[in-house]
């Protein structure tokens, strides 16, 4: 089971910009299924884009076009390119890690869209 570390979440303004990543530790990674979700306050956790071993990618309505899932299976990483950040997308950004029934979730990252 990998264990899973998010970064780069921060302020930004609406209409930019921010690249999470998410740093895996342990064996097999290139075999997971790699995710990022979201929470908002008050709200639950939903997911917003997966990429799988093969690097098939898929993403939720909320956030195509604007979002993009990467995987670096040499550096056991993967990433979210977040464009065109509105307000709506402020919320806790979890990766997310799963093969059969293994899953691992990472301790989540802050991203705050705000002028």
């Known amino acids: 089971q990998v264990q899973l570390v998010e970064s780069g979440g921060g302020l930004v303004q609406p209409g930019g910009s921010l690249r999470l990543s998410c740093a895996a530790s342990?064996?097999?990674?290139?075999?997971?299924?790699m995710a990022w979700y979201r929470q908002a306050p008050g709200k639950q956790r939903v997911w917003l884009a997966g990429?799988?071993?093969?690097?098939?990618?898929n993403y939720a309505d909320s956030v195509k076009g604007r979002f993009t899932i990467s995987r670096d299976n040499a550096k056991n990483t993967t990433s979210l390119q977040m464009n065109s950040l509105k307000a709506e997308d402020t919320a806790v950004y979890y990766c997310?890690?799963?093969?059969?029934?293994?899953?691992?979730w990472g301790q989540g990252t802050q991203v705050t869209v705000s002028s």
């Open positions: 997310n890690a799963n093969v059969g029934r293994l899953v691992s």
């Open positions: 342990g064996s097999f990674f290139s075999r997971y299924t």
């Open positions: 990429i799988n071993s093969g690097g098939f990618t």
